[in-house]
């Protein structure tokens, strides 16, 4: 058994923290962007197309990538990937250079990903990976949380004379007028730049992926896309990306419009919530799968989100401020479920198939524009009103799906008669 090397285990969930606090942003970016460069709901649908495509794009290469070139070098890749793409939008903050940037990011967060999962495990002991991993999704949580009340933080002080704050005084100086939400792709560069030194000077142990963990060949690939359950499931993860972010991109301005929020704060402090909330609902999550089959947790909590969403869009201000928050709570065990009952209904290929499902992360980019082209057909609720049939195809897998094992719950009844 090998020790926990505990510095390790740090970086890595210090990667997950500054991986989600880039990735999470965008939601509360929305109004602001749109605002700056005056954007149709459309082109609006660009920026989270530009940043989630990034995961079809190079999720798989990633995989081979890091077989060959090991997982310090990717990971350093990685974050000069996201230094560099923050460096040039703040030196050259156009549109265009925007949009470039977000896929340049989204690329490294992608590699990033493939990388530091199995680095995980084997820094914190196999024995000892639930835990860990567990650990990980929970600061991935908290940074989602943190990231949008930082912006907030940022763009309702620069610009203020009274404020004495040498960090932001210094934002001030380097941030285009009106155009304060920039000053948060600073953040990103430094918080970039400080994980490039860590990860450079600290010792990596050799990954030993086993055999099902591994990315595979193309042969491999080829036969999992021939397969209707690999198919089935791909889209399991494309439409869960798809609503995830379909919820938290759109809720800041769908609040601003309909309902008259501040953006820069009730509207940012929203999408704080929801991440926080599908923080805690992955605590839930976690208690619950113990008691009661994954097929029955997921149409649970997918008709609760669906009833969470319908009162968001449809109910009063106060009513929708809240609806939209709750649903993060209700989102929050889709993901591990889907990936845990995909990976559960084949005997092989395992690794080559995660790889497969990450991909689907780029719903997140699809759904984005689709919704954005509804809007500007119709209005911004007609739009959200997509999410519906998303949820609608996640609810589906609790009656399709069929592993090949079942999630381990506690007998109740048996207990009580021992």
Do not use: C
């Not at 567990?134 to 620069?158: D, E, H, K, R």
């Not at 805690?280 to 976690?286: D, H, T, V």
């Not at 082209?373 to 609720?381: A, C, G, Q, W």
């Amino acid at each position: 058994m090998k020790h926990l090397n505990y510095i390790l285990v740090a970086l890595i969930l210090l990667a997950f923290f500054v991986i989600s606090f880039l990735t999470n942003i965008l939601g509360a970016l929305n109004p602001s962007v749109s605002s700056s460069y005056d954007l149709s709901e459309t082109m609006a649908g660009f920026l989270p197309f530009s940043f989630f495509i990034a995961y079809g794009v190079m999720s798989i290469p990633a995989g081979f990538m890091t077989e060959k070139y090991g997982e310090k070098r990717m990971m350093i890749f990685g974050f000069i990937s996201a230094f560099a793409a923050s460096l040039l939008f703040v030196g050259i903050p156009s549109f265009g250079v925007f949009l470039f940037s977000l896929f340049t990011i989204g690329s490294g967060m992608a590699i990033l990903q493939v990388v530091i999962n199995p680095l995980l495990r084997e820094a914190g002991g196999k024995e000892n990976y639930a835990f860990t991993s567990v650990m990980a999704q929970l600061i991935f949580g908290a940074a989602s949380f943190v990231s949008p009340l930082v912006y907030s933080w940022l763009v309702t002080n620069i610009g203020n004379d009274e404020n004495t704050n040498p960090i932001i005084n210094f934002l001030y100086g380097v941030t285009p007028t009106d155009m304060s939400w920039v000053s948060i792709y600073w953040i990103f560069a430094l918080l970039s730049l400080i994980m490039i030194a860590l990860v450079y000077f600290i010792k990596f142990p050799k990954v030993e992926l086993n055999e099902d963990e591994k990315v595979g060949t193309k042969d491999s690939y080829f036969a999992l896309f021939k397969d209707k359950t690999v198919i089935l499931f791909f889209f399991g993860i494309f439409a869960y990306v798809g609503v995830e972010q379909g919820i938290s991109y759109w809720m800041s301005k769908f609040l601003q419009n309909y309902h008259a929020y501040d953006y820069e704060t009730t509207g940012a402090s929203a999408v704080a919530n929801f991440w926080g909330l599908m923080t805690i609902g992955g605590i839930f999550g976690l208690i619950i799968l113990k008691f009661l089959d994954s097929k029955l947790v997921i149409k649970l909590f997918t008709s609760l989100a669906i009833l969470s969403l319908a009162l968001a869009l449809f109910g009063s201000a106060e009513t929708s401020l809240y609806g939209f928050q709750a649903s993060g709570f209700f989102l929050s065990v889709m993901y591990p479920i889907i990936f845990s009952l995909a990976l559960n209904s084949l005997q092989k290929h395992h690794g080559a198939f995660a790889g497969i499902l990450v991909s689907g992360i780029m719903g997140g980019a699809v759904i984005q524009l689709l919704i954005g082209f509804i809007s500007d057909l119709t209005s911004l609720k007609i739009g959200m009103l997509f999410n519906f049939v998303l949820l609608a195809y996640i609810l589906s897998i609790g009656f399709w799906a069929k592993p090949l094992i079942n999630n381990k719950t506690i007998d109740l009844k048996k207990k009580n008669n021992d």
